[in-house]
């Protein structure tokens, strides 16, 4: 066994993920990467560079040069970058580069949790505890409609929605590494359930693994 704990979370865009994984680390002292800022910074760097989004040989590159420690949140939320980032993370050479980042991330005493799309089924399919989070893309789009009306912008409901969908299209129907649920992980919807009670959900299932680990 690697002296790392990993906890594996996955599930698509605004499914509360995030904020678990956050509380997660900090509740257990673990480690966290949102691996969906490493596409992203795949993204802004070729589009700050004028590079296209459609070259792989080139998209490879710029993978291999991402450094973890610098990934800035509120840069890289910005909506066109996670476009950009959904459409090269099609790309099995940029995959393979940013999975063996992530992996390292993941061995780093005494815990990792890391959060994206294929964390149980791909970059760590050891990982002790895998969590599945969804929720229905109707209450997804609404929790992005709400957290940008939150913060005195504009939104329209329907494009959202539609933009939701989209995403989630091209992440579970990509041929390498598509976004689904681990066999053996632990399923949380959250549509009808607060982050609280998703917290605590979580919590029994990493303690009762921890207790097994011991
Ligand atoms: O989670 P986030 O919206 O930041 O991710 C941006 C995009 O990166 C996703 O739409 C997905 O296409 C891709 N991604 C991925 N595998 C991961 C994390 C993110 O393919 N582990």
Do not use: W
Not at 77 to 102: N, T, Y
């Amino acid at each position: 066994m690697s002296d790392s704990f990993i906890i594996a979370i996955d599930g698509p865009a605004a499914a509360g993920k995030g904020t678990l994984s956050r509380g997660i680390a900090e509740q257990y002292g673990f480690h966290h990467l949102d691996t969906g800022l490493t596409y992203r910074a795949v993204a802004k760097a070729l589009i700050d560079a004028g590079l296209p989004l459609d070259d792989e040989t080139i998209a490879e590159k710029m993978a291999r040069e991402v450094e973890l420690a610098g990934l800035d949140r509120d840069i890289l939320s910005r909506h066109e970058i996670g476009e950009a980032a959904s459409k090269i993370a099609v790309m099995p050479a940029v995959r393979r580069a940013l999975v063996a980042a992530q992996r390292r991330f993941s061995e780093r005493p005494p815990g990792a949790v890391l959060d994206g799309r294929d964390i149980g089924t791909v970059v760590c399919p050891a990982a002790p505890v895998k969590l599945y989070v969804t929720a229905s893309p109707e209450v997804r789009a609404k929790r992005r409609y709400d957290e940008i009306i939150g913060k005195g912008g504009a939104a329209d409901f329907d494009a959202i929605f539609e933009d939701v969908k989209r995403r989630d299209d091209r992440d579970m129907n990509r041929a390498d590494s598509p976004m689904k649920p681990a066999v053996d992980a632990h399923l949380l919807d959250t549509s009808e359930m607060s982050i609280e009670a998703a917290f605590q959900a979580a919590r029994s299932i990493i303690d009762a693994a921890l207790s097994r680990n011991a």
